[in-house]
């Protein structure tokens, strides 16, 4: 059983603060991952992808992949009060499956 | 492009129903993906299709749930009959190919009474 854990949250950061997202995955196999971010009742959207070991910046959103230890997280710089809502980690176990495992998501608070 | 297309976007009906979920994917998206989202379990994938095949149905809980995809352009998820513990967000997301970006719709919130 593939499985993508995430602290539930919620995580509370004030206005201007780092908010670190983290995930871990359990299929070593896995080879593409994704962070969604998804509003109170709306649909996930896709904000970040990694594929490759090391770092991965696009604006205020860093995301950061170690195989090795199965951990891939989400950087968020300046975090504002738009940034709240749940984060959902994805991971694809690669060649002969496009199936994606989403984690639970964590709730991010930015307290103005 | 309009995006994903869900009708309805709510259904409320009562246990032992039949529930019809329909789904447009974005033009020229070779993928469509069906998933169910709840508190307890979060967002698992039920079934995926490409051109219209259906390639991988593990996650459909129950022979309750079919999907089908009879053109391009339109694929609906019918569960019947309906039980409570069907009550879920259910979404539905395209893709122009494998291991790309997928784009979800705005899902439609199913309560079965």
């Known amino acids: 059983q593939k499985e993508v854990e995430q602290n539930s949250g919620p995580l509370s950061v004030p206005e201007g603060a780092i908010a670190s997202l983290n995930c871990t995955y359990s299929d070593r196999g896995s080879q593409s991952f994704f962070w969604y971010r998804q509003y109170s009742g709306k649909s996930p959207e896709l904000i970040m992808s990694?594929?490759?070991?090391g770092d991965k910046e696009d604006g205020r959103f860093t995301a950061q992949l170690n195989k090795a230890s199965q951990y891939v997280s989400l950087l968020i710089r300046d975090s504002q009060p738009s940034d709240s809502a749940t984060y959902l980690c994805a991971v694809n176990s690669g060649a002969g499956s496009y199936q994606l495992t989403f984690g639970k998501g964590t709730k991010l608070s930015v307290i103005p | 492009d309009a995006g994903v297309i869900q009708s309805p976007r709510h259904e409320v009906t009562e246990m032992g129903q039949e529930v019809t979920l329909r789904c447009k994917p974005i033009?020229?998206?070779?993928?469509l993906f069906w998933y169910r989202q709840t508190m307890m379990r979060g967002l698992e994938l039920l079934i995926y299709f490409n051109n219209n095949v259906p390639i991988d149905d593990s996650g459909m809980p129950e022979d309750r749930f079919s999907a089908k995809m009879p053109n391009a352009s339109f694929s609906t998820l019918k569960i019947q009959p309906s039980e409570p513990r069907d009550s879920a967000v259910y979404f539905c997301a395209s893709s122009p190919a494998i291991r790309e970006t997928q784009y979800f719709g705005p899902g439609t919130r199913l309560l079965v009474l």
């Open positions: 990694i594929y490759s070991n």
């Open positions: 033009s020229g998206h070779d993928y």
